[in-house]
């Protein structure tokens, strides 16, 4: 289900949500009882995942006046691992013929 431009992945969720908002709700408040029971939201144009609490400012115990600024997330660092040691060529002993 997509609202405002958000993607509401969970379909169970998402009909409860609407179910609780109440016939002719708001999407915002659609959007914040869908984030309230923990569904998962991502933004519709670039699947960037909306952190849970956007909407529903769980301290309060009500929908957020303006939600929280979605930020795609930081990529992942990569620890470079050092390269092996290349094993060491067994030198060959010169030895003086006689």
């Known amino acids: 289900m997509q609202i405002k431009g958000y993607t ?15 016939e002719g709700a708001s999407p915002e408040l659609v959007l914040a009882l869908y984030d309230k029971n923990a ?20 301290d309060e115990g009500k929908p957020r006046p303006k939600p929280l600024k979605v930020s795609k997330p930081k990529p992942k660092k990569v620890a470079k691992s050092k390269p092996k040691a290349k094993p060491k060529k067994k030198r060959k002993s010169k030895k003086s013929k006689k």
């Not at 509401?8 to 109440?22: C, I």
């Open 8 to 22: 509401l992945v969970d379909k169970q969720k998402a009909e409860k949500a609407v179910l609780d908002a109440g």
């Open 39 to 58: 569904g998962y939201i991502k933004v519709s144009k670039d699947h960037t995942p909306v952190k849970t609490g956007t909407f529903w400012d769980f």
